[in-house]
């Protein structure tokens, strides 16, 4: 399993934007998938967006499809979501996760059911949102 820190999180205005960036451990991220998910105070945690390192096949919650890009750069060992057009509801603790790809799950199937692919967890970040 790989060791994630994530980073970038803040506070910004309606319609601003922010990258988060998850810096894993490790030689190469080619054989696993990273998710970005988030949770809110009394809501449940959320799948944001979802990569597979190797093919770079993504997956976006609904809710953030057109304002969130999920990117890699497998020689930085780094995945980036950048977020633009922030809303208040977008305010969450979001948090990257890893899990090695099994190369039969999709990508869409592995950032559901809250995360629970996914078996290593960076600390998390927070996003706040408000003017």
């Known amino acids: 399993q790989l060791q994630l820190v994530e980073s970038g999180g803040g506070l910004v205005q309606p319609g601003g934007s922010l990258r988060l960036s998850c810096a894993a451990s490790?030689?190469?991220?080619?054989?696993?998938?990273i998710g970005w998910f988030r949770q809110a105070p009394g809501k449940e945690r959320e799948g944001v967006s979802c990569?597979?390192?190797?093919?770079?096949?993504?997956y976006y919650g609904d809710s953030v499809k057109g304002r969130f890009t999920i990117s890699r750069d497998n020689a930085k060992k780094t995945v980036y979501l950048q977020m633009n057009n922030l809303k208040p509801d977008d305010t969450a603790v979001y948090y990257c996760?890893?899990?090695?790809?099994?190369?039969?799950?999709?990508?869409?199937?592995?950032?559901?059911?809250?995360?629970?692919?996914?078996?290593?967890w960076g600390q998390g970040t927070q996003v706040t949102v408000s003017s």
């Open positions: 996760a890893s899990e090695a790809d099994d190369e039969i799950s999709s990508v869409q199937a592995m950032c559901h059911n809250s995360g629970h692919y996914f078996g290593s």
């Open positions: 490790g030689v190469r991220l080619d054989y696993f998938a």
């Open positions: 990569i597979k390192v190797g093919d770079g096949s993504t």
